[in-house]
Nanobody
Framework: QLQLVESGGGLVQPGGSLRLSCVASGFTLDYYAIGWFRQAPGKEREGVSCVMSTGGRTNYADSVKGRFTIARDNAKNTVYLQMNSLKPEDTAIYYC?????????????????WGQGTQVTVAS
């Protein structure tokens, strides 16, 4: 069974850090671009970051540039999202998704595999 599982979410104070992990099982991530998306209550799902299948190029939403870093370890079949300087507006459920392509896309509909999500709450 093809599956993505996120972990690492939680409650953190503004200015704090979290590292999210996305582990694949049932398939290898080597040939997939991996994206991180988030959805806050009452808002649409938005793309946060993406890494190409080779890990050579990464994309970030303007709202997280300079604060978030995406990285992949294909040997561990895992993609990470390091989130620093967190703000209350980063509060959302974070999802990782796999796209069967070398390239990233900002469109959620182009990702065929999704995890169940992990909650990130930034509050004092």
């Amino acid at each position: 069974q093809l599956q993505l599982v996120e972990s690492g979410g939680g409650l953190v104070q503004p200015g704090g850090s979290l590292r999210l992990s996305c582990v694949a099982s049932g398939f290898t991530l080597d040939y997939y671009a991996i994206g991180w998306f988030r959805q806050a209550p009452g808002k649409e799902r938005e793309g946060v970051s993406c890494v190409m299948s080779t890990g050579g190029r990464t994309n970030y939403a303007d709202s997280v540039k300079g604060r978030f870093t995406i990285a992949r370890d294909n040997a561990k079949n895992t993609v990470y999202l390091q989130m620093n300087s967190l703000k209350p507006e980063d509060t959302a459920i974070y999802y990782c998704a796999a796209r069967s392509s070398y390239y990233c896309s900002g469109y959620a509909t182009e990702y065929g595999y999704w995890g169940q999500g992990t909650q990130v709450t930034v509050a004092s």
